[in-house]
């Protein structure tokens, strides 16, 4: 679980900005206060897990455009590096045979043979099989990398990781040489079979922070508009798509399966979008589907691409939250788009549900002061806990420079003081002008 987010030097950040993540974390801010900014961050370094060889950070793929690397510096003071912290809690370790393992090779030193100059490593590690074992041990990732904005990206900086268990630190790994690094991954010296022993039992410890990464999804904030024919052809596995393209054919699967999936999708279809209910006909030997909705309120049928924009906005952020596994991120750009304030409401009791019975985290970048007033209300009723939630305000300081107020939700629903009045006051600030008129 990803838990806090330090970066400077970033486009319009050029200070050090701190983004702390809850179960449900909330993105305010004005238009081009930097929101977006934080998210294509997120999604540059989840491309980079899949980046070519010698290239450390990929600011172009197949998550987000961002052009050449060296543009991304801030352009006021225009500072070298970029600097960057994640911060991950996880239960995803290896067991711990695998880690007395990497104890054990850590601490020997290699024997090499006169004779055959064959190098010998002999290890010995506890029989650990009669040990009663701790169910779901927890581990502290932190990951601290320096790039530097030169003509020769990537090849000047530092990144490092390591992963503490309490007071014991399970293993850290440290590169300056991001030439042959890239982002979570660190070069194994082949030519040496004690490095590339210890290597390997290291890398193994970079793959719950990689898995995580490469989980994240991101919807965002247009997504396609619903059709009224289906291409049946399989989607990818676990994803819509960013724009939602692969919603539909998800659905289908979800609705013929009929489990739990389906009933956690159909419910926040009726309460946001107001589509009670959902078929599906097949044509051309089942190589297309079409989809009919009936209307809640007037019980009239009609395709589902008829209902209005609004449903093929809102669809695909519940069907990704049911493909999505406990602790994954879901990143959503503007989920109240096309929607009424009413649906807004609606749309905030689904991330909290998300959370509360899925156990998927969501980082909401949002316009709607509906949907946080339903988390504040959640919260106040008990049904979330005031520390599964933070709202993130991105705005710009008194020096001139953006910055993110971390804000929390108290157990009486009341927001910590930190929002000036017309952020989401304005219709309060505009009613009053109107009645100093009369």
């Known amino acids: 679980m990803l838990t806090d987010l330090h970066v400077e030097n970033f486009r319009v950040f ?3 900005v701190h983004l702390r993540l809850r179960p449900i974390t909330v993105l305010i801010g004005r238009n081009s206060a930097g929101k977006s900014s934080i998210l294509k ?3 540059m370094l989840q491309q980079s897990l899949g980046a070519n060889e010698g290239e450390f950070l990929a600011p172009e793929g197949d998550r987000v455009h961002l052009g050449a690397f060296a543009d991304l510096r801030n352009s006021v003071r225009k500072r070298r590096k970029l600097r960057f912290q994640l911060r991950f809690r996880t239960t995803d370790l290896p067991s711990r045979p695998e880690r007395a393992m990497l104890d054990a090779v850590k601490s020997q030193t290699p024997t090499t043979d006169p004779i055959t100059n064959k190098t010998e490593l002999r290890i ?4 650990l099989r009669n040990q009663t074992m701790i169910e779901r041990e927890e581990a502290d990732y932190t990951i601290d990398t320096t790039v530097s904005y030169s003509a020769k990206i990537g090849q ?4 490092s990781v390591k992963a503490r268990m309490g007071d014991d630190v399970l293993f850290h790994q440290f590169t300056e040489n991001l030439q042959t690094a890239q982002f979570l991954q660190f070069p194994i010296q082949a030519n040496d079979p004690v490095k590339s022993l210890k290597g390997f039992w290291t890398d193994r410890f970079l793959m719950p922070v990689r898995r995580e990464i490469s989980s994240w999804r991101h919807l965002s904030p247009i997504r396609e508009e619903s059709q009224r024919a289906i291409v049946t052809s399989s989607p990818p596995q676990d994803s819509v798509g960013q724009m939602g ?5 998800h659905l289908q699967r979800i609705y013929n399966a009929k489990g739990t999936e389906a009933d956690f999708v159909f419910r926040h279809m009726s309460e946001v979008a107001g589509v009670s209910s959902i078929r599906f006909e097949s044509s051309m030997k089942g190589y297309l589907a079409h989809a009919q909705g009936t209307n809640r309120l007037t019980n009239a049928e009609s395709y589902l691409s008829d ?6 906005q809102c669809l695909p952020i519940f069907v990704q939250g049911v493909l999505m596994r406990e602790n994954q991120l879901l990143m959503v750009e503007q989920p109240e788009a096309q929607l009424h304030p009413t649906a807004q409401l609606e749309m905030g009791s689904f991330f909290a549900e998300l959370w509360s019975e899925r156990k998927v985290m969501s980082l909401i970048e949002t316009h709607s002061s509906q949907i946080v007033l339903r988390l504040r209300r959640l919260v106040a009723n008990g049904s979330l806990s005031p520390n599964d939630v933070s709202l993130a305000y991105i705005h710009v300081s008194d020096d001139g420079m953006p910055a993110i107020k971390n804000l929390d939700i108290n157990d009486a629903g009341n927001l910590e003081k930190g929002l000036p009045m017309e952020f989401f006051g304005a219709d309060i600030t505009e009613g009053l002008h109107l009645r100093a008129k009369k």
């Open 41 to 43: 961050f997120l999604l």
């Open 124 to 127: 010995t590690v506890e029989d």
């Open 307 to 312: 209902f209005g924009f609004g449903v093929s």
């Open 14 to 16: 050029d200070q050090e």
């Open 245 to 249: 393209e692969y919603a539909m054919p």
């Open 156 to 159: 000047k900086g530092s990144h």
